[in-house]
C-alpha cells in the first residue's frame, strides 16, 4: 500500500491559494490515477485502487492545516501502513516558487501542517515533496502570504511545479522513493 497526501485548506475559498498547492497535486494525481476522493472518513477526503502491485490511496485531511496530523495517522492506523508507505505533499516558503525538492526526512520548519504530522506520526522520517512558494515581501505577514493566491507570474510556474509534484508521486507508485527522488531532484 502507498498512501498520497496532499496538504491544504478545505473549502472554496482556499482553492488555489499558496497553502493549497499539496490539494492541486492530489487532484492531478486523481485525475491521472483515475481514483474518486469518495469515502469521508479520518477527517479527511480519501479513495484507492489498485496500481500494479500495490494499492495506491489519495487523502485530502479536511481538518485545516494546522491539524493534518489528525487524519493522517487514523487512516495509516487502520490500513496498517507504516512511515515508508507515506508521502506527504505540501507548500514550502524556502524555496522559491516553483521549485521542487523530495526528501525522505526532516524537520517541519515552520510549517505547522508538517508539525502535526510529525507529532501525530511521532517521527520526522517519512517521504515527502515539497512545493516552493517563495518568501513575502519584508512586512507581509505569512499567514496573510500562504492565504493568498499566486500572481500571474508565479501562477504559471506554481502550475508547472504542481505538473512535476504530481509526475513524482505518480513514479513513486512504480519505482523506490530514492530513485524517485534521484531523478526529481536534478
Known sequence: MKLIVGLGNPGKKFDRTRHNVGFEVIDKCQNNLNIELDQAKFKGAFGFKKV???KVFLLKPLTYMNLSG???????????????????????????????????????????????????????????????????????????????????????????????????ALSWTEKDF???MNEFNN
Open 52 to 54: 500494479g502491485n500495490d
Open 70 to 168: 489528525e487524519s493522517i495517522v487514523p487512516l495509516m492506523n487502520y490500513f496498517k501502513m507504516d512511515k515508508e508507505q507515506l508521502l506527504v505533499i505540501y507548500d514550502d516558503l524556502d524555496l522559491p516558487a516553483g521549485k521542487i525538492r523530495l526528501r525522505q526526512k526532516g524537520s517541519p520548519g515552520g510549517h505547522n501542517g508538517m508539525k502535526s504530522i510529525v507529532q501525530h506520526l511521532g517521527t520526522d522520517q517519512f517521504n515527502r515533496i515539497r512545493v516552493g512558494i517563495g518568501r513575502p515581501e519584508p512586512g507581509t505577514a505569512i499567514p496573510d502570504y500562504v492565504l493568498g493566491t499566486f500572481p500571474p507570474d508565479d501562477r504559471q510556474k506554481i502550475d508547472e511545479a504542481v505538473d512535476k509534484a504530481t509526475e513524482a
Open 178 to 180: 530514492l530513485k524517485v
